[in-house]
């Protein structure tokens, strides 16, 4: 089984609107952590938003908040107002602490362009 | 702080040759990952390592590719007699010490594999 879900390959939002990219992952150890990162054009990989499993609140950092839904499995990224350099390619991760350290799952993204 | 650092960014090798990949984690960081990312896909996980030990290799390719992290000098990822289905980009990560599930992985701009 996939250990993360985007089923999303590709969306477009007007600018100024709020986006939900959608996320979902498998795995049966209680201690995990979930991430988004944005992937430009130009390749490199940025840190967007954390969320741990034993968080009780959604995480947020400014336009990015994460709707957590533990019970589905679900850790859908929010993005408001969106700007036109938000177009990008975005990964959902997971971290599982394993006996060996930690490992991260990625999925295979969703192409994000905003629309001025 | 310098961030995670790869070098080169691009290197083009034909059939054959061997290529080295170089990562440089964040100061303070002793926790290295390579991912792989093929065209149009997320990120693979192949290896983790620690200053002189290979943690987890579940994810590399069983024969041509290597990993060391050694105690002094960047961690080397080398790929023996490349082949066309070996262009990627390959990243690297690095992470703290005490590495958790709610750590986060920074990431080096990647280096942009092209086997002719």
């Known amino acids: 089984a996939q250990k993360i879900t985007q089923t999303q390959p590709g969306m477009f939002v007007q600018e100024k609107e709020a986006v939900t990219l959608d996320c979902t992952y498998d795995?049966?150890?209680?201690?995990?952590?979930l991430f988004w990162y944005k992937q430009p054009s130009s390749g490199e990989m940025i840190f967007l938003i954390y969320?741990?499993?034993?968080?009780?609140q959604n995480a947020t950092e400014g336009r990015y908040s994460l709707n957590f839904q533990k019970a589905r499995k679900s850790a859908n990224l929010v993005i408001s107002a969106s700007q036109l350099g938000d177009s990008a390619m975005y990964f959902c991760a997971m971290r599982e602490l394993t006996n060996t350290g930690n490992q991260f799952y990625f999925g295979t993204g969703t192409s994000l362009t905003v629309i001025p | 702080n310098a961030g995670v650092m790869q070098n080169p960014r691009h290197l083009v090798r034909r059939r054959g040759q061997e290529a080295r990949l170089r990562c440089s984690p964040m100061k303070g960081h002793s926790h290295v990952y390579w991912y792989r990312q093929l065209p149009e896909e997320g990120l693979k996980f192949m290896v983790y390592l620690q200053k002189e030990n290979i943690i987890d290799e579940s994810g590399m390719p069983k024969e041509r590719f290597s990993a060391e992290f050694p105690k002094e000098g960047p961690s080397i990822l080398r790929i023996q007699q490349v082949v066309r289905g070996d262009s990627a980009a390959y990243f690297c990560a690095s992470s703290p010490l005490l590495a958790g599930a709610d750590n986060e992985q920074f990431f080096g701009p990647g280096t942009r594999l092209t086997v002719l």
């Open positions: 969320q741990g499993s034993y968080d009780q």
């Open positions: 795995t049966s150890d209680p201690s995990y952590g």
